[in-house]
């Protein structure tokens, strides 16, 4: 019983602590729901039939930067504009003057600096008033090549607002700074970039009829983005937990509390169950968020998503501890648990794909079995988009249990509580 109550207050310290740091806690919920909303929002526009219309368009590129390249990439592959670059405004609005051009697209010179820092810019125009049709066919695919750049922004910006705010990147130096959030955004970027090539599920729906059932596929579309996404960010936030353990060590803190008479494994336990409340609390945000705004199915046994959803965090949160005992100080534990927690949820499937990587078999298939991830989105898409029972999804279960106490008994035999 003692065990027990050293054990709840170590967790109740911890969740104080967790509270004390609202910026964290802020990131914490709002930029994966942010990140996957966005790829949800997307998806749904993209499903739109379009009709191939050809357009003469007129395009100055006043920004040196890699937004503005990717922008003019962008507009010069679209099928339904017949693209000429031109070296000044002044050339590319006469165009549209003569008729010669429907509209001239101006990307600023700031353009590429602004998205970078969040800013909010704007891509310039400029329209033929005699074809108003056409002008607005142009603006719309704008609209849509912006808000696609807009994504690497947000990003982008997100992951640097995270690194710099969890003081990861104190102790490196500027090229190790940069090493590192290339490094995270490629591997998001890379996924993201590889689900919207090509559909991540293909599902084909009839009605009583017989007939098609247009856009019947979204709500399973969405039972594995969110998911995906939702464990992604789960185990990215295991550097949270190891960088915590780290800390306290680095202050003293531990071994004030290694003065209780105490078992050292109820120190790892309770920081533990503060981050698995903070992971359920993750999960229930996002999966809230997805069923009210996109629809997504939430599956037929809540009994069989709440255990998976407790086995996912527990499993998320040994890995951070597991993390903290072989890192040398908290910045780098904190450091490798992104880049593993990243590494890791790609190799998985966590993000990108047409199903769970477990299922498909070869290579890659193996792989994603080694990793919690892809057991971890196997087990939340069998209960959401399959309807799947607390039996079925068993199987994933014991998996990650194993690797939850592997984790567990590795961190405590190697973690050092005192420096």
């Known amino acids: 019983m003692k065990n027990v109550n050293y054990v709840l207050s170590v967790f109740w310290k911890e969740v104080q602590l967790m509270l004390k740091d609202g910026g964290a806690l802020a990131m914490f919920f709002l930029f994966p729901l942010l990140l996957s909303s966005l790829m949800g929002g997307i998806n749904v526009m993209t499903q739109e039939d379009t009709t191939v219309i050809l357009l003469r368009v ?60 969040h800013v909010p810019t704007v891509i310039d125009v400029v329209v033929d008033p005699g074809e108003p049709q056409s002008a607005s066919i142009v603006t719309g695919i704008m609209n849509q090549v912006v808000a696609e750049v807009t994504i690497w922004g947000e990003v982008q910006y997100g992951i ?30 890379t996924t993201l970039n590889e689900m919207r090539r090509t559909p991540a599920i293909a599902v084909d729906s009839v009605n009583l009829e017989g007939g098609a059932e247009a856009g019947s596929w979204l709500p399973t579309f969405f039972a594995y983005l969110f998911p995906g996404f939702t464990v992604m960010f789960i185990f990215i936030n295991a550097s949270w937990s190891a960088g915590s353990l780290l800390e306290e060590r680095e202050s003293g803190t531990l071994r004030r509390l290694l003065a209780a008479p105490l078992p050292r494994g109820t120190v790892i336990i309770g920081k533990m169950l503060a981050f698995v409340l903070l992971s359920c609390m993750q999960v229930v945000v996002m999966f809230a968020s997805a069923s009210i705004f996109f629809d997504m199915p939430l599956g037929d046994s809540p009994f069989a998503l709440v255990a998976v959803t407790l086995v996912v965090a527990l499993t998320s949160t040994a890995l951070g501890m597991l993390i903290a005992a072989l890192a040398k100080s908290s910045n780098k534990a904190t450091s490798a648990g992104i880049i593993v927690g990243m590494v890791m949820s790609a190799v998985g499937g966590a993000i990108g794909g047409k199903a769970p990587l477990t299922r498909v078999g070869g290579f890659g298939g193996i792989l994603a079995s080694l990793t919690p991830q892809g057991h971890a989105v196997n087990a939340f898409y069998s209960v959401m988009a399959e309807n799947a029972t607390l039996v079925q999804v068993l199987p994933s279960l014991g998996i990650l249990l194993a690797m939850c106490i592997a984790f567990y008994a590795i961190a405590v035999w190697r973690f050092k509580f005192e420096v």
Do not use: C, H, W
């Open 58 to 117: 007129g395009l100055v590129n006043a920004d040196s930067g890699p937004f503005g390249s990717q922008v003019a990439k962008a507009i010069g592959e679209i099928a339904e504009l017949e693209v000429t670059t031109y070296a000044t405004t002044d050339a590319a609005e006469e165009q549209v003057a003569k008729g010669e051009a429907t509209a001239a697209i101006l990307i600023p010179a700031e353009f590429s600096s602004n998205i970078g820092n």
């Open 160 to 189: 640097r607002s995270l690194l710099e705010g969890s003081g990861v990147l104190k102790e490196l130096n500027p090229v190790e700074q940069e090493a590192v959030g290339a490094q995270t955004l490629g591997v998001i970027m």
